[in-house]
């Protein structure tokens, strides 16, 4: 998609509805990273949340090389959250991140970096999952356990969460754990989609009340 398709796709929305938060997915190329970024700096009274997304689980190209070491430049300042994998925070940070601690010092440096808060997804660690949110001033580290169903979606499902519940007036760290408590009841309730995938069926989840999940400093 070209970025004055992005541009224009916004603009028409912003024409119809009243835009309560923006989120930032895949993006494929330097121009729409650029779109992406004057987007947000024009809408700084509606929660923002980036979802890096640079490779798919199998691999393939999901955002042009180029763009992947001036992600955090071009972005600087323009978002309230962005949550990166452990794959996406060892391209951002240039660094080893398979560890809570190094978890933990990546968190940091995004945020320093970037002028956001960073929400990093540990999901792929070994034991309990685990993910880490740092503001700029303290860690959150929220515990959860870990699902055996392999679920497509679950990333983008949890920054559009947490998004939800900004848009509500939530603060940062209690919409974090929503958004993660959300995640898990959805995964539990996912169906099986065939070799050996399963998908989200929200309409198991209506109605419920949101439980946050665990958290420790």
């Not at 393939?60 to 949550?83: H, Q």
């Not at 809570?100 to 940091?108: C, F, H, L, Y």
């Not at 929503?178 to 929200?202: E, H, K, N, Q, Y």
């Amino acid at each position: 998609m070209a970025a004055r398709a992005v541009t224009g796709q916004f603009g028409r929305l912003a024409e119809a509805v009243d835009i309560a938060g923006i989120k930032v997915g895949m993006l494929a190329t330097v121009e729409n990273l650029s779109a992406a970024a004057k987007i947000l700096a024009r809408n700084t009274r509606v929660p923002r949340v980036v979802d890096p997304i640079f490779l798919s689980s199998s691999g393939a190209l999901l955002l042009e090389k180029a763009a992947w070491p001036r992600y955090l430049a071009v972005l600087r300042g323009m978002a309230d959250l962005v949550t990166p994998n452990l794959d996406e925070a060892e391209i951002l940070t240039k660094g080893q991140v398979r560890t809570v601690s190094e978890m933990r010092i990546a968190a940091a440096l995004v945020t320093r970096t970037g002028r956001m808060p960073c929400l990093l997804k540990g999901g792929h660690l070994e034991g309990r999952a685990v993910d880490i949110l740092y503001d700029g001033r303290k860690f959150t580290v929220f515990e959860h356990e870990r699902r055996a169903k392999s679920v497509h979606g679950t990333g983008c499902f949890l920054s559009s969460a947490i998004l939800g519940y900004m848009a509500e007036g939530r603060p940062l760290e209690e919409a974090c754990g929503l958004g993660i408590a959300r995640v898990g009841r959805a995964i539990r309730a996912a169906v099986p989609a065939g070799s050996g995938r399963w998908v989200f069926d929200l309409s198991r989840d209506r109605g419920r009340v949101p439980s946050k999940a665990r958290k420790r400093r």
